[in-house]
């Protein structure tokens, strides 16, 4: 088996629906992030796709800042992001956050393919780092929200992160295979200096032994690594046939495990059936 790579190149893009703003500023972050996407502000958003449309583009993660109780505030695009889709025929995924409104998610299975939720029941995430004032139990209550109404989620859990433990790391594993979700997409935690210690580096592949053995449906590495993850973390993931998917893998792991590799221009969760609109092989 060949693992999936992905990289952002020509045939998909990033956009931002509320620019460089975010009313939660976690501190991690600090909007920095999503200042590197397209912005794409209100009425001007249907004129972006066009335009990226026109230019070849054929999919778009939506994502932006998120409101002070953590949700992406899409709802008023909506009606026109369902209306461009049917005309340009786009892939669209979507961070739509602590989104639980039942109508709203109604609405979003008829525009997103995709839905990229961080799922997390570490309080220090959600609470310190991303300031929200829900408890964690409000990330299972969305997760379950979204399930019920049909839309197919790809949650993203911490491989690691400074308050993880193992424990918590089986737990939310756990929780997500309980309620029968065929992938996972794992992050590594970025503190605001950029960088990990090594240490924390060379645990990294032992989690993701640990992870495989618990789970036994598709795992993907997602982009949120930092540089000393990435050095560890991805030439083991290829090399061991760990992982189904990895975004952005290290020049040198594929320079070494090329032939085990086969590379698409998207975002790591696009679903299978779309896949080959971005081929690059």
């Not at 829900?134 to 109404?149: A, E, R």
């Not at 594929?254 to 975002?267: E, I, K, N, P, T």
């Amino acid at each position: 088996m060949r693992i999936k790579a992905f990289v952002m190149r020509k045939l998909f893009r990033a956009i931002s629906i509320t620019g460089g703003y975010c009313e939660l500023n976690c501190s991690h972050c600090n909007a920095r992030y999503i200042r590197s996407m397209i912005p794409a502000i209100g009425k001007r958003l249907p004129q972006v796709l066009k335009n990226l449309h026109r230019k070849g583009v054929r999919g778009v993660l939506l994502s932006g800042g998120w409101t002070r109780d953590g949700r992406l505030p899409v709802e008023k695009h909506l009606a026109e992001l369902t209306s461009i889709k049917k005309e340009l025929g786009m892939v669209f995924n979507v961070h739509l956050g602590l989104e639980d409104r039942r109508e709203v998610l109604e609405q979003a299975r008829e525009v997103f393919d995709i839905i990229d939720f961080e799922f997390t029941l570490s309080p220090w995430l959600a609470n310190v780092v991303r300031g929200l004032r829900q408890p964690v139990s409000q990330y299972v209550k969305v997760l379950d929200s979204m399930i019920d109404v049909g839309l197919d989620v790809v949650p993203h859990i911490f491989l690691w992160h400074p308050h993880q433990s193992l424990d918590l790391l089986k737990k939310e594993i756990e929780i997500l295979r309980d309620r029968g979700l065929d992938k996972v997409n794992l992050l590594v935690y970025i503190p605001p200096s950029g960088h990990i210690e090594l240490k924390v580096a060379q645990l990294l592949p032992r989690l993701l032994e640990t992870v495989r053995t618990m789970w036994d449906k598709e795992i993907y590495i997602g982009c949120m690594r930092p540089p000393e993850a990435r050095k560890t973390l991805d030439p083991y993931a290829i090399s061991q046939g760990l992982v189904e998917r990895i975004a952005n893998p290290t020049v040198s792991a594929v320079r070494r495990y090329r032939d085990r590799l086969v590379f698409y221009d998207a975002c790591c969760s696009i679903p299978e059936r779309m896949l080959s609109y971005f081929t690059l092989d």
